[in-house]
């Protein structure tokens, strides 16, 4: 079978599975039954409150994608033409393409190879006079060298805005990622350590920037109660969006919050299993983590020393075997909507040679002690 057929047949061991239970069908359940205040509700409050809390940041706006999240962010900041916004390509298209959308430019800068995130000497090399902003990721659950990053955005006047998408409760020295930046967003898509199916949000210390994301997320509506139960006439103030999620998402988004902590030592304690299982193999690299840093293992990404051709290789083996794996992240600067539509021509050669050598394997909270032998064993015999 080609890798393309192998993308239509049931995995045995797919990338990744939602963990649920029967207190999140009871949360959106209760939420439906109510027949009402399904779209503005009291489920996003409370979501947001215990975002905050969770957190530890003053103020969460919820979203209804990370993606959203970073727009209304960008526009809240009045970042638009002219400025320039520092992003890696090593992430997913939506980190670089936020900038887009508000009519700046982003501008990529390199990685370093072992947290995989925005290497801040790179970082203080592409500053312009047009530099605003610099949004660095925190790469599947791993954090990325923030407080260096935060040192180059003081010195230099910038915001820093952290994607951390794939990294809710990862934290340095126990402080969590998200709370280093002047604001953060986060990612709730289906493959996020919790899980609403789609969702996101933005979060902050500052109350100016959460008065003007409220504005951006529901039409620029200056909102006194709740716009659907309420005859009062609420004026529109500013351009805005439809960024909102919804209150039944929101009561999923409850219930997965309150079960974080077992998901993500769950995901620690596999991830801790995998590394022990693969530990002999020479021909691979488990995930680097140090003292002091809290990974949460939104993915498991190893690297295959060989290069492209053997990583290849390696995921077509671990294919026919039934294991599904991914190539987390091909870099942006090299698709075709950024070389050829945007004309980029970057040099950044660490995100190049790390986009040919990373693998991502299966990892979720669910993963069984015997699949993890299922594809250690197998990756063994590849090399073997
Ligand atoms: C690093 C990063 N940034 C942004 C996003 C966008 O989030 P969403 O898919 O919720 O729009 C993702 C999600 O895949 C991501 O991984």
Redesign the pocket.
């Known amino acids: 079978m080609t890798r393309k057929e192998f993308q239509k047949v049931e995995w045995k061991i797919p990338l990744f599975k939602i963990y649920s239970d029967e207190a999140d069908i009871e949360m959106v359940n209760q939420a439906i039954r109510r027949g009402m205040f399904w779209a503005i509700g009291p489920n996003v409050e409370l979501f947001e409150q215990m975002l905050s809390q969770y957190i530890g940041a003053k103020h969460t706006l919820v979203f209804n994608?990370?993606?959203?999240a970073?727009h209304a962010v960008l526009l809240a900041y009045g970042v638009g033409t002219g400025d320039e916004v520092i992003v890696p390509s090593f992430?997913?298209i939506?980190?670089a393409n936020a900038p887009l959308f508000v009519g700046a430019r982003p501008v990529f800068a390199d990685i370093e190879e072992r947290t995989y995130g925005l290497d801040p000497e790179d970082v203080e090399r592409r500053i312009t006079p047009n530099t605003r902003a610099i949004i660095p990721?925190h790469y599947g659950g791993s954090p990325c060298l923030i407080r260096e990053l935060k040192g180059v955005a003081g010195r230099n006047n910038l915001l820093l805005i952290e994607?951390a998408?794939?990294s809710l409760g990862a934290a340095v020295n126990g402080k969590k990622v998200g709370t280093f930046g002047d604001s953060a967003?986060l990612?709730?898509?289906s493959?996020?350590v919790i899980t609403t199916g789609?969702?996101?949000a933005v979060l902050t210390d500052s109350a100016e920037l959460y008065e003007k994301l409220k504005l951006i997320r529901s039409h620029g509506r200056a909102e006194t109660s709740n716009y659907f139960s309420s005859s009062e006439y609420m004026d529109y103030v500013s351009l805005g969006y439809n960024f909102r999620m919804s209150d039944i998402t929101a009561a999923l988004g409850i219930s997965q919050l309150e079960k974080i902590e077992r998901i993500t030592e769950m995901r620690r304690s596999k991830a801790g299993m995998m590394s022990e299982r693969l530990s002999g193999i020479t021909g691979i690299e488990a995930p680097y983590s140090s003292k002091g840093v809290f990974h949460v293992y939104q993915m498991y990404t190893v690297k295959v020393k060989g290069g492209r051709d053997k990583r290849d290789a390696l995921s077509d083996y671990l294919a026919n075997k039934g294991i599904m794996t991914r190539v987390y992240f091909p870099p942006v600067h090299l698709t075709h909507f950024y070389k050829n539509s945007l004309g980029y021509k970057c040099s950044l050669p660490i995100t190049e040679k790390v986009s040919e050598q990373v693998l991502t394997l299966p990892m979720y909270p669910g993963l069984t002690e015997d699949e993890i032998d299922y594809i250690a064993d197998s990756i063994i015999a590849f090399f073997a």
């Open positions: 994608s990370g993606t959203s970073l992430t997913f939506a980190t990721i994607d998408a794939e967003i990612s709730f898509c493959n996020k789609e969702g996101g």
